[in-house]
Every structure is written in structure tokens, then in C-alpha cells.
């Protein structure tokens, strides 16, 4: 399945839904906007996870920058990063990607920033309805769940904890194991990394 799946062209307009080689994928907001600015007439529908007891569950990932000890200037990346994360630079970068989308008559699903202040602009005056329903409702969606987000801490084993829970999905989705069973397996796979 997977060397399948690596031909999969996600964000152009022979993507896997539109091809119709996939019917689900759980996936982050960045796939879904890549693919409105590529296909925007995809028959998509996004959906939350939701927990057993029907709440939204919102694993929340991302970059980060770090100046490392001994950089040359750390006062300079620290400068930097500030400004790269403002609610200003993400408002200008949001503003960016709206008139270049509608420049090139494509749909913007907004830039999702994890900083409150920008989202609040973001989508409350750069981003309007785009009139094709499936990327309008995606937004709601995407935006109903944001404040139930989440995000792992760091873990000395954190590329075994992320591969030990990916494969129980890829088992599961495969028919290979039942649910319960591949999650039991995968969280003594992630004990295990973990060590003593």
C-alpha cells in the first residue's frame, strides 16, 4: 500500500480523491488547502476526529526554530524568529496568499497560524466565502476544532512513538488487525522506545 501511495500526486489536479483512488485520508488543514488551490471543484468533505466521547480531537503539529548553543548571533535568530511569528508577518503572508489566489481564480481556504490574533484577522476579513461549498465548509470545520488542538511534548523517542502509532493506522486501514488490537501493539511498541 504504501509504495502505492507514494505515487500519489496530493496537490495537483489528478490528486488521489479527485482519481478517485482514495475515499479517506486523515491528514492535516495543509492538504486540504494545497488542494483547493490545485482542484477546487474536488468533492471533498472534511470531517473531525472525534473521541469516544464525541469531542474533537485535534492533534496540532508544526516547525520550530531553535538557535543553537554557540551560535554566532543568537540575539540576531531570536530577533528573527520573533518576527517570523508575529501576528503581523502571518497577517501579510495571509494577505499574500489571498491576492495571489484570487489573482489566479483559485480557492483560499485561509493560513492557519496558531496565533490567535492573526487568525482572528485572517478570518474574520481575508478570508470570505469562496462560493465552492465543500472548501467553505472544510474552513468551518477546520476552524470549529481549532481550540481543541493538542500537541505531543518532546520525546526522546519521538520518531518511534510516530512510527509504532502510524503503522497501527496503516494495519488497521489495511485490514490487517482490528482497531483495539493494533493500538495495544502500538502503545507497547512506544513503552518500549521509551525504555527503563
Given amino acids: 500500500m504504501k509504495a502505492f501511495a507514494d505515487t500519489f500526486d496530493y496537490f495537483g489536479a489528478g490528486n488521489p480523491f479527485a482519481k478517485d483512488q482514495l475515499g479517506m485520508l486523515p491528514t492535516e488543514q495543509f ?5 483547493a488551490g490545485a482542484d477546487p471543484d474536488a468533492d471533498i468533505t472534511v470531517l473531525p476526529f472525534l473521541g469516544r466521547d464525541g469531542t474533537p480531537v485535534n492533534n496540532v503539529g508544526g516547525n520550530a526554530w531553535a538557535a543553537p548553543k554557540g551560535a554566532k548571533n543568537p540575539e540576531a535568530a531570536c530577533t528573527w524568529m520573533k518576527e517570523m511569528t508575529s501576528a503581523e508577518t ?3 503572508a495571509a ?3 489571498q491576492a495571489k489566489r484570487t489573482a489566479e481564480g ?3 481556504i485561509g493560513t492557519y497560524t496558531g496565533n490567535m490574533k492573526a487568525d482572528e484577522v485572517i478570518f474574520g476579513e481575508i478570508v470570505k466565502p469562496s462560493g465552492h461549498r465543500a472548501y467553505d465548509d472544510a474552513v468551518t470545520v477546520i476552524r470549529s476544532v481549532q481550540q481543541a ?8 523517542a519521538a520518531a518511534e512513538f510516530t512510527t509504532a502509532y502510524q503503522q497501527a ?3 488497521v486501514l489495511q485490514g490487517a488487525q482490528p482497531a483495539a488490537e493494533s493500538l495495544r501493539q502500538a502503545q507497547a511498541e512506544a513503552v518500549r522506545a521509551l525504555g527503563p
Avoid at 492538504?31 to 488542494?35: I, L
Avoid at 488542538?149 to 526522546?156: D, L
Fill in 31 to 35: 492538504v486540504v488547502a494545497a488542494m
Fill in 90 to 92: 502571518w497577517i501579510a
Fill in 95 to 97: 494577505r499574500a496568499r
Fill in 106 to 108: 483559485k480557492v483560499n
Fill in 149 to 156: 488542538g493538542f500537541t505531543v511534548p518532546p520525546s526522546r
Fill in 169 to 171: 493506522a496503516t494495519r
